[in-house]
């Protein structure tokens, strides 16, 4: 099974050094991983570059050399996504070959689904494919524990509300807030049914 990676997912995670604990989290081997293909430009000379730095941007690029590019998108899906204003070219992709295939796409880019949520046929889909930062932010603490996920954000000095808020040194438990996050969006997102992971052997996630 493919796990396609949003610029936005794979940049935060691959900061934070848990792209490949979120990989292996989420059941996939990560040879099936497909990153966008204007990825490793944005990184090398474009927003991305700025919006990371250089040093930064040089490590992504490393870890976006051993990503393959996501299939070529089916036209089908793309051409009910024209004149959306929220959706731009790359996640659009990234959705069509989602909705074509079987493959999981994990995401931060929320803005996007709730733009093509109600859009024919997207529902039936997508239900189960899309996985959103905050739910395998969860699965990766129950997992690796909060203080290793943790230091792992605090290290990379995102500045992503979600991430501020659910891994401030005040907040001590980042689950009830990642799984706050995560029962929003399953509400403002309906009627597309996101991933659900497994339940854990210690109990719920």
Request: proline share 7%; charged share 25%.
């Amino acid at each position: 099974m493919l796990l396609l990676v949003d610029t936005d997912a794979f940049c935060k995670l691959g900061s934070a050094g848990l792209l490949e604990n979120a990989v292996d989290a989420l059941g996939v081997d990560r040879k099936e991983c497909r990153c966008l293909p204007t990825l490793q430009p944005m990184l090398r000379r474009g927003r991305l570059r700025k919006a990371y730095g250089d040093r930064r941007a040089d490590a992504l690029i490393s870890l976006a050399e051993a990503m393959p590019s996501a299939p070529e998108a089916p036209r089908t899906w793309l051409d009910r996504m024209v004149g959306i204003h929220d959706v731009d070219p790359g996640e659009a992709h990234l959705l069509a070959v989602a909705a074509e295939s079987d493959a999981l796409l994990l995401t931060g880019d929320k803005r996007a689904l709730g733009a093509i949520r109600l859009l024919p046929g997207f529902a039936e889909a997508l239900r189960g494919k899309l996985v959103l930062l905050e739910m395998v932010l969860l699965v990766l603490c129950n997992r690796l524990g909060d203080d290793a996920v943790r230091n792992a954000v605090g290290a990379a000095d995102l500045t992503d509300v979600m991430l501020q808020v659910c891994f401030s040194p005040a907040n001590p438990s980042p689950r009830d807030g990642l799984r706050s996050y995560v029962s929003n969006s399953r509400g403002d997102l309906a009627p597309l049914g996101l991933w659900t992971p497994a339940p854990s052997p210690g109990g719920p996630s």
